[in-house]
């Protein structure tokens, strides 16, 4: 009688399925027609069978994707059943055209399953354009996972021929160097970086017309000023003649993260002519670092825009160094310099800092957006013809050279991020001569006796 026992249905209103994948990534280099196939297992683990009332896909007929359930191709199928301890599975293909200049970067979709009223769901992920991949493949306890993407003694170029997508961390070793050509488009899944190692290289040789970009790897509209999309760009201690030149570099958590943490500070990081913007955390995040940075503007950070801390040695011109964050309370300055580190016990462990700043600005929508935070060491720091919104008391000649205090900077568009010099700006021909560089951010030859404050001259429209 046993054998003959007619199998029960499961109507357990909190049952679910098991999936061989929660999310499927066709990761397949398209150079033609692309197309790709995946198998998605759907398992039943209970001891009575489960009737799925629903599968289908979310974007119905609009989708780039379609699936197959148990040999019958379909968009969406009602009362699938799956025997106790059983499975099912679900061949899902997509199909994409990447020389299509129409077709979006990322093709997402997702299999929507209803069983018993219980809603899951396994997301879909396509790339619409030929890209280079990097996928993460080495997994350590208390790191990220990452990729060595030039190993060590060895110099690899990553080009503008195709946009390389990151998934995790892309390593570059000790002694090793990476070059970053003009118009490289560099796009990081969630929680992904770029990770300069001890030793390590980093090149960024973008152009005016053909910046680097550096951006999250969603690319609907929605997510086009959105950070916190990714993590940062890690350059570690001993790193070595690190250079960014022409590059965008948005929408994630840290823009540049750097820490020597050595007492030779005979390496530096060059950034020039670069815009980093909309981050979670911070813009640029320095510890004992050596920084030269010149027509930088770093906006839009729900913590700092810049913080130089544990000391260091720094040097920027005509920077544009501001923060109107409006999406959360924000109560630290655009631009923060400490010279010392507390340790859990507060305990100060202090470090030397030497700091300059020439013909920038430091502004943003709180009074004070400049603070200087020493404990102890030697703190060095002048600011010479610069723009600051601050309530400080900036009589010191020794640190305050011909300090504008809250000026009208008069800002072409602060709701779009566009930090030009308006007509009323009251920092026209406030710089001071003979301070490199000679042109602006948009390549534009600056008044030679009297520039304009910040990344960009001041220029008269007819």
């Not at 398992?43 to 009737?51: T, V």
């Not at 390496?267 to 670069?274: A, E, G, Q, R, V």
Request: hydrophobic share 35%; proline share 4%; charged share 20%.
């Amino acid at each position: 009688m046993s054998a003959c026992r007619k199998e029960d249905t499961l109507y357990q209103g909190s049952a679910s399925l098991n999936f061989s994948e929660d999310k499927i990534l066709f990761d397949t280099l398209f150079t033609t027609i692309g197309s790709s196939t995946y198998i998605l297992k759907v398992s039943n683990p209970y001891d009575d069978k489960l009737n799925i009332e629903r599968i289908a896909l979310a974007r119905g007929s609009q989708s780039n994707f379609r699936m197959n359930v148990d040999g019958v191709s379909g968009i969406t199928f009602n009362n699938v059943e799956i025997p106790a301890h059983d499975s099912i599975y679900i061949f899902v293909e997509v199909t994409i055209d990447p020389t299509a200049t129409s077709t979006p970067y990322l093709i997402t979709d997702s299999i929507l399953f209803t069983t018993n009223g219980n809603l899951q769901d396994v997301d879909l992920i396509a790339y619409g354009r030929d890209a280079y991949f990097i996928i993460a493949d080495r997994h350590i306890q208390g790191l990220p996972p990452f990729k060595i993407v030039a190993g060590e003694h060895t110099d690899t170029t990553w080009t503008s021929q195709k946009p390389i997508v990151i998934y995790g961390y892309a390593v570059v070793d000790s002694t090793a160097t990476l070059r970053i050509e003009a118009g490289t488009e560099i796009y990081f899944h969630s929680a992904g970086g770029l990770w300069i190692y001890k030793g390590g290289c980093l090149k960024v040789t973008g152009t005016k017309d053909n910046p680097v970009i550096f951006d999250g790897d969603r690319p609907e509209d929605y997510f086009d000023d959105m950070p916190g999309q990714w993590d940062r760009i890690w350059i570690n201690e001993g790193s070595v003649d690190n250079e960014i030149n022409y590059a965008v570099i948005k929408n994630g958590f840290i823009g540049i993260q750097a820490e020597f943490l050595q007492e030779d500070m005979g390496n530096k990081i060059k950034i020039s002519n670069t815009i980093i913007k909309n981050m979670s955390g911070v813009g640029i995040f320095a510890r004992f670092s050596k920084i030269d940075a010149e027509n930088l503007v770093v906006n839009n950070c729900q913590q700092y825009s810049v913080a130089l801390t544990m000391g260091g040695n720094y040097e920027f011109r005509h920077s544009t160094l501001v923060n109107y964050w409006s999406e959360s309370v924000r109560k630290t300055p655009a631009l923060y310099l400490n010279n010392y580190y507390m340790d859990g016990n507060n305990t100060i462990y202090p470090f030397d800092l030497y700091a300059r700043f020439y013909n920038s600005i430091v502004y943003g929508n709180m009074e004070d957006e400049l603070v200087i935070d020493h404990a102890g060491g030697l703190a060095d720091v002048k600011f010479e013809n610069i723009l600051a919104r601050t309530t400080q008391n900036t009589s010191n000649s020794s640190i305050w050279v011909n300090t504008y205090k809250n000026l009208n900077p008069d800002f072409v568009s602060i709701d779009d991020q566009d930090f030009h010099l308006g007509p009323n700006s009251e920092v026209k021909e406030k710089g001071k001569a003979g301070i490199a560089p000679t042109t602006d951010l948009d390549g534009i030859l600056r008044n030679v006796s009297t520039p304009s404050l910040g990344a960009y001259e001041f220029v008269v429209t007819p």
